[in-house]
C-alpha cells in the first residue's frame, strides 16, 4: 500500500497547481496543507479542498511557469511519506526565475492524502516523521 501512496503524492506533485480538478481528485475533502513554514506569501494553513484550491490559484498568479520535481520519496510507514523537492518558478509578471529546495510529509489514508506538511529541508522533514539523516 505504501508504494501506491508514494505514488499518489508524485501525482498531487505532478499536477501542482497546473490542473486543480485532477489535483484535488487525489486529496481528501478534509485534507490539511500546513504550508506556515513557508518563506514566501502564500504560507498558512489550508483545510479542505476550498482553501487549498485557493492556494494553487494564488500560486498560479504569481509563477507564470515551475516544475516542483520530487527528488526522494521516503516512505515512513503505510500513510506516511517524506519527500524531498526541487523547485523552479518564473514569475508571470517580473520573469525572475528562483529554485530552491524543500521537503513535506505527506500522510495518505484510503488513497487520498489527508495532511501535507511543508519544511525547509529534508532533515527538518526526517525528524518530524520521527526519522534522522
Not at 36 to 56: D, K, Q, V
Not at 93 to 110: F, Q
Request: aromatic share 12%.
Amino acid at each position: 500500500m505504501s508504494q501506491e501512496n508514494v505514488e499518489i503524492v508524485r501525482r498531487v506533485f505532478a499536477f501542482a497547481g497546473h490542473d486543480l480538478d485532477a489535483n484535488l481528485e487525489f486529496i481528501d475533502a478534509d485534507a490539511v496543507f500546513d504550508w506556515t513554514a513557508s518563506r514566501a506569501p502564500y504560507s498558512g494553513l489550508y483545510r479542505g479542498h476550498a482553501e487549498i484550491r485557493r492556494f494553487w490559484q494564488g500560486f498560479m498568479e504569481a509563477w507564470g511557469e515551475w516544475t516542483i520535481e520530487v527528488q526522494e520519496a521516503i516512505e515512513v510507514d503505510s500513510e506516511t511519506i517524506v519527500c524531498a523537492t526541487h523547485f523552479r518558478a518564473r514569475g508571470k509578471g517580473s520573469g525572475v526565475v528562483i529554485e530552491g529546495h524543500g521537503a513535506s510529509v505527506w500522510s495518505v489514508r484510503d488513497s487520498k492524502v489527508i495532511r501535507a506538511t511543508l519544511f525547509q529541508n529534508r532533515t527538518e522533514a526526517l525528524e518530524a516523521a520521527g526519522l534522522s539523516e
